[in-house]
C-alpha cells in the first residue's frame, strides 16, 4: 500500500521558518511525484509545490514562490518542504500526496498522508 507520513509542523511566528517531511513507503519512490498540499479553516484544499521523484523537476504555487522549496531525498524516501519567511497566510493542514503528474495535480487514490498542522502567529 502507497503510505506517506507527513511530520513537522507547529506554531511559529511570521517571518520564521519551518521544514516538513513527508516519508514516503509502500511503493517505488521514482514512480510518482510528489506534493505538498494545504488546507486552512473554511478553505478549500490547495497545491502548495510538488517534487517530480525521478528527475527532481519542481512546481510552486505563486503565493509561495521564493519562500518555500521542497526537495527531496531518494535514499531516505522522503520529501521536505522547507517554509521560511512564513506568514499568517500560511496557517494550514498541510499534506502530502503522490501523483502522477510533475504538478501533482492527479493524486494516486488513497495517497495522503495523514497531515501536519502549521499555525502561524503574527
Known amino acids: 500500500d502507497v503510505q506517506l507520513q507527513a511530520s513537522g509542523g507547529g506554531l511559529v511566528q511570521a517571518g520564521g521558518s519551518l521544514r516538513l517531511s513527508c516519508a514516503a513507503s509502500g511503493f517505488t519512490f521514482d514512480d510518482y511525484a510528489i506534493g505538498w498540499f494545504r488546507q486552512a479553516p473554511g478553505k478549500e484544499r490547495e497545491g502548495v509545490s510538488c517534487i517530480s521523484t525521478n528527475d527532481g523537476t519542481t512546481w510552486y504555487t505563486d503565493s509561495v514562490k521564493g519562500r518555500f522549496t521542497i526537495s527531496r531525498d531518494t535514499a531516505k524516501n522522503t520529501v521536505y518542504l522547507q517554509m521560511n519567511n512564513i506568514d499568517p497566510d500560511d496557517t494550514a493542514v498541510y499534506y502530502c500526496?503522490?501523483?502522477?503528474?510533475?504538478?501533482?495535480?492527479?493524486?494516486?487514490?488513497?495517497?495522503w498522508g495523514q497531515g501536519t498542522q502549521v499555525t502561524v502567529s503574527s
Open positions: 500526496a503522490a501523483a502522477f503528474d510533475s504538478r501533482c495535480r492527479v493524486v494516486v487514490a488513497g495517497a
